[in-house]
C-alpha cells in the first residue's frame, strides 16, 4: 500500500462547478496535510495546508481533515479554466521533516 | 525576486559528464531538499539537509551527490550522468510546520 494514495484522474468538471479531490494516506501519526498545485513543467505551488480535524476554507478552497479515516480532500468552488491543473497532496510522516506525495489529481475544467 | 532559485533552468548534457545543479533561497529556512519528478512517478527524494552539518540520503540517492555550502545554498551534483537522470529537478525549502516551498525546477536531459 502506497503512503499517499490519490486517483489520478483526470476529474473533469464544467466551470462554475465544485471540484472535490481526495487522498488518503496510511501513517496513523500523521499531523500536518498539505495541498498543492502544479501547472504542466512548473514548480509545485502550496495552496493549503491543514492540520487538525475538520474544514479549512481559503477563498474558493476548503480542506478538509479527517484523521480517524484516514483522508484529506481539498474542495475548489465556482471552478475556473485556470483551476486546470495538477493537484498533489502530501503528509508529513511521523515526526520527520520529510513530506510524502502522492502521484496527484489531474483536474480539467472546461468553459 | 523568488525565494528560492534554482540554476541552471534548463540543461543538456551527454553521457559521462559531471553536472551540478544549484538552488539558493532567501526565506532563511534551515532545512532544504532535492527531488526529480518523472512523468507517472511522482516526486521522489533525493537528498535532503535539516542544516549546514546534517546531510540525509532520500529514496534514490544512488548516482547523486551534495554539498551544502551555506544555510541559504545546497547543490546537487551528478557525478556521471546517464540518461535515466533525465528528469525535472526542483529544490525545496520547509518552515517549522513541515510546508515545503518549491524552486522553478531544471529540466535536465542527458543523452
Known amino acids: 500500500q502506497k503512503e499517499v494514495e490519490q486517483n489520478s484522474g483526470p476529474l473533469s468538471v464544467p466551470e462554475g462547478a465544485i471540484a472535490s479531490l481526495n487522498c488518503t494516506y496510511s501513517d496513523r501519526g500523521s499531523q500536518s496535510f498539505f495541498w498543492y498545485r502544479q501547472y504542466s513543467g512548473k514548480s509545485p505551488e502550496l495552496i493549503m495546508s491543514i492540520y487538525s480535524n475538520g474544514d479549512k476554507e481559503d477563498g474558493r478552497f476548503t480542506a478538509q481533515l479527517n484523521k480517524a479515516s484516514q483522508y484529506v480532500s481539498l474542495l475548489i468552488r465556482d471552478s475556473q479554466p485556470s483551476d486546470s491543473a495538477t493537484y498533489l497532496c502530501a503528509v508529513k510522516i511521523g515526526g520527520f521533516q520529510k513530506l510524502v506525495f502522492g502521484t496527484g489529481t489531474r483536474l480539467l475544467v472546461s468553459p | 525576486d523568488a525565494d528560492v532559485t534554482q540554476t541552471p533552468r534548463n540543461r543538456i548534457t551527454k553521457t559521462g559528464k559531471r553536472i551540478m545543479l544549484e538552488c539558493s533561497q532567501t526565506?532563511?529556512?534551515?532545512?532544504m531538499y532535492w527531488y526529480r519528478q518523472d512523468p507517472g512517478l511522482g516526486l521522489r527524494l533525493i537528498y535532503y539537509s535539516f542544516d549546514v552539518k546534517d546531510i540525509n540520503k532520500g529514496e534514490i540517492s544512488d548516482g547523486y551527490s551534495v554539498s551544502r555550502q551555506a544555510q541559504a545554498k545546497f547543490s546537487l551534483s551528478l557525478e556521471s550522468a546517464i540518461p535515466n537522470q533525465t528528469a525535472l529537478y526542483f529544490c525545496a525549502t520547509s518552515d517549522f510546520w513541515g510546508a515545503q516551498y518549491f524552486g522553478p525546477g531544471t529540466r535536465l536531459t542527458v543523452l
Open positions: 526565506k532563511g529556512h534551515d532545512r
